[in-house]
């Protein structure tokens, strides 16, 4: 879910969501969205990782890769993923050891990660199409380390919510939820997702707290060591495509350190595109995702030629 979120006990919040019963049946949105992409598998030391490729355009349009956070899967680009595959073709893994993906020979390493991640691209859209790739938190180190790893073939590089390139924020308190059971269960994800993920708690939906706790049963990797291991200014380092940077102003994580963070990174990469989202939290692409597919558009755009 989050690279800089620690655990205590679990309060139960009995308080439920009014949007929820206006919103469409988050069961079937899923299933809709998934059955309308194509599913692929990719090595993953001995074992395997699980890809799916949207494609509304009707043609071979350019690809953008989506890497999503720590305790994530592709659910995490729910309300972007529709968007974006009117003009892109949107491939999106569940990475190493999260979601439906295979855990990976090495747990701890970043960059040995990003090179499954790299292979496995190169495995569904072959290995000389160029692509963009977009980060959210731990997936901002993978999409730096893939841009780092292949070179010229990467147009774009766009990180989101990214929690390693400057001081470390405020480690956010989460409830324990494994152990518990319906409505007390329900209310603890929906009180971890406005401490972490969602600053507005009226756009904890139905849909949010459904993909909060399938991503939460099959998370196994531990990526807050990974994302603050440096490797991500490692990549930027040796980075040669454009990058670009969005982060929610009330990015949980991040704060209060947030500007320090931004300051190092446009002081690092003085070239690159960052913006701050107004009243927005961490897991910014889904509570303001109108606000970040028009920018996800224009940066995209911005780099189509290369």
């Given amino acids: 879910m989050n690279d800089d979120a620690r655990s205590e006990k679990p309060v139960a919040d009995p308080r439920a969501d ?20 194509m599913r692929y598998e ?27 956070g720590g305790a994530g899967s592709w659910r995490h680009w729910v309300r972007n993923i529709p968007v ?43 290995e000389d199409t160029p692509y963009d790739v977009v ?36 480690a956010v308190q989460l409830l324990k939820v494994r152990h518990l059971q319906g409505e007390e269960r329900r209310e603890t994800h929906r009180e971890n997702l ?24 099959r998370s196994r990797l531990r990526t807050p060591a990974m994302s603050r291991s440096g490797a991500i200014l490692r990549a930027l380092d040796r980075l040669h495509a454009p990058l670009n940077g969005i982060w929610g102003e009330f990015d949980a994580p991040a704060n209060p350190r947030a500007p320090e963070r931004i300051a190092a990174l446009r002081e690092r990469k ?26 996800l558009l224009e940066m995209l755009e911005r780099t189509a030629g290369r």
């Fill in 135 to 170: 980060g959210f938190s731990f997936g901002a180190t993978i999409a730096a380390c893939v841009g780092a790893q292949r070179g010229d073939r990467v147009r774009s590089v766009t990180i989101i919510g990214s929690s390693g390139v400057g001081p470390l924020g405020s």
């Fill in 194 to 217: 406005n401490r972490l993920m969602i600053a507005d708690r009226a756009k904890i939906d139905e849909l949010a707290l459904l993909i909060q706790d399938w991503n939460t049963v």
């Fill in 42 to 68: 990719t090595p993953n030391g001995n074992d395997h990782m699980v890809w799916h490729l949207w494609n509304r355009t009707g043609r071979a349009a350019p690809v953008v890769v989506l890497f999503h």
């Fill in 84 to 126: 974006l595959a009117e003009r892109y073709r949107v491939l999106v893994p569940d990475l190493p050891g999260l979601g439906e993906s295979d855990f990976p020979p090495d747990g701890d390493d970043a960059e040995a990660i990003a090179a499954i991640v790299a292979a496995g691209i190169d495995g569904v859209i072959g």
């Fill in 270 to 295: 003085p070239e690159a595109d960052i913006r701050t989202i107004p009243e927005a939290g961490h897991w910014v692409a889904y509570e303001a995702a109108e606000t970040v597919n028009g920018m």
């Fill in 18 to 37: 009014a949007t929820s019963r206006v919103q469409p049946d988050p069961h079937r949105l899923l299933a809709d969205l998934e059955a309308e992409a």
